[in-house]
């Protein structure tokens, strides 16, 4: 077998070339992975840090868990936040007669049109929501934000305080 065709000796050429090729530049892909490091840890959050509240005086507290990254209803001195987007006044809200305040409910119905929900153990939607709230804000507004939440399916409520030592 000393007499090959053209094409098979063209063929073996053509082998050795691409094999000699063969290498492979990992340099490049480093450069990816080093980018794609640094993007998550700039973009990952933090769920143990609430949003920034200058206009909330929260209570302390002497509780030991963490809070978990959850919509967030802000009532300060004088306005009411969904995630930073004002929904109500306080005033407005004491002036209410029924214990639902319409604006926060459309608002945090349209949130929880964006996710599925974790059903409870009989089977009804559950989603959870963060309260904060001023110190001294009057109990009726905070009980018409709580009724708010619980009527569109943010029934487990937390409330965030500042983490105290005992006293």
Same mark, same amino acid.
């Given at each position: 077998?000393?007499?090959?065709?053209?094409?098979?000796?063209?063929?073996? #050429?053509? !082998?050795?070339?691409?094999?000699? !090729?063969?290498? *492979?530049?990992? %340099?490049?892909?480093? &450069?990816? =992975?080093?980018?794609?490091? =640094? =993007? *998550?840890?700039?973009?990952?959050?933090?769920?143990?840090?609430?949003? &920034?509240?200058?206009?909330? !005086?929260?209570?302390?507290?002497?509780?030991? %868990? $963490?809070? /978990?990254?959850?919509?967030?209803?802000?009532?300060? /001195?004088?306005?009411?936040?969904? !995630? &930073?987007?004002?929904?109500?006044?306080?005033? $407005?809200?004491?002036? *209410? /007669?029924?214990?639902?305040?319409?604006?926060? +409910?459309?608002?945090?119905?349209? #949130? +929880?049109?964006? %996710?599925?929900?974790?059903?409870?153990?009989?089977? =009804?939607?559950?989603?959870?929501?963060?309260?904060?709230? &001023?110190?001294?804000?009057?109990?009726?507004?905070?009980?018409?934000?709580? +009724?708010?939440?619980?009527?569109?399916?943010?029934? /487990?409520?937390?409330? +965030?305080?500042?983490?105290?030592?005992?006293?």
């Amino acid at each position: 077998m000393k007499n090959k065709s053209p094409r098979v000796k063209r063929h073996e #050429r053509l !082998q050795k070339r691409l094999k000699s !090729q063969a290498n *492979l530049n990992l %340099t490049s892909l480093m &450069d990816i =992975f080093t980018i794609l490091v =640094f =993007f *998550l840890l700039v973009s990952s959050s933090n769920p143990s840090k609430l949003p &920034d509240a200058e206009k909330v !005086q929260l209570p302390t507290s002497i509780a030991e %868990t $963490e809070p /978990k990254e959850t919509v967030v209803v802000m009532i300060t /001195k004088d306005d009411v936040l969904v !995630q &930073d987007m004002k929904v109500s006044t306080v005033n $407005e809200i004491k002036s *209410l /007669k029924t214990e639902l305040i319409p604006s926060l +409910a459309t608002e945090l119905k349209y #949130r +929880a049109s964006k %996710t599925v929900a974790p059903l409870n153990e009989r089977g =009804f939607p559950e989603r959870e929501i963060t309260i904060l709230g &001023d110190e001294s804000t009057p109990y009726s507004v905070v009980r018409k934000v709580m +009724a708010t939440c619980s009527e569109t399916d943010y029934a /487990k409520i937390s409330f +965030a305080v500042v983490r105290g030592g005992k006293q």
